[in-house]
């Protein structure tokens, strides 16, 4: 099982990007599923989760700006970035956890997606 996050790129303040990431292969349940970020020197943090029923958590400086979606049906959680700050710039994470089998719980990440917001 991987995932395959596409959608990351270079954008002026203000502008918008649209992050996805799809599970690939075989999974018997996702759970939640989100995105996170990271600054080189700083830890890593949360921008946004969701579960399967839908209730989302955004960190504050994400809300009213992003929002997250996902798909089922395909496994797949999509990030929409609207009013794009530079502090924003970052390398996201995909992240998704659930059950590959039964018995058998997973906590996956992304390779990661570089957004680059200029001012």
């Known amino acids: 099982v991987q995932l395959q996050a596409s959608g990351g790129g270079s954008v002026q303040a203000g502008g918008s990007l649209r992050l996805s990431c799809a599970v690939s292969?075989?999974?018997?349940?996702?759970?939640?599923m989100g995105w996170y970020r990271q600054v080189p020197g700083k830890q890593r943090e949360l921008v946004a989760t969701i579960t399967s029923g839908g209730n989302t958590n955004y960190a504050d400086s994400a809300k009213g700006r992003f929002t997250i979606s996902r798909d089922n049906t395909k496994n797949i959680v999509v990030l929409q970035m609207n009013s794009l700050k530079p502090d924003d710039t970052a390398v996201y994470y995909c992240?998704?956890?659930?059950?590959?089998?039964?018995?058998?719980?997973?906590?996956?990440w992304g390779k990661g997606t570089l957004v680059t917001v200029s001012s």
């Open positions: 992240n998704v956890q659930g059950w590959i089998t039964r018995t058998s719980y997973m906590d996956l």
């Open positions: 292969g075989s999974i018997f349940r996702v759970n939640s």
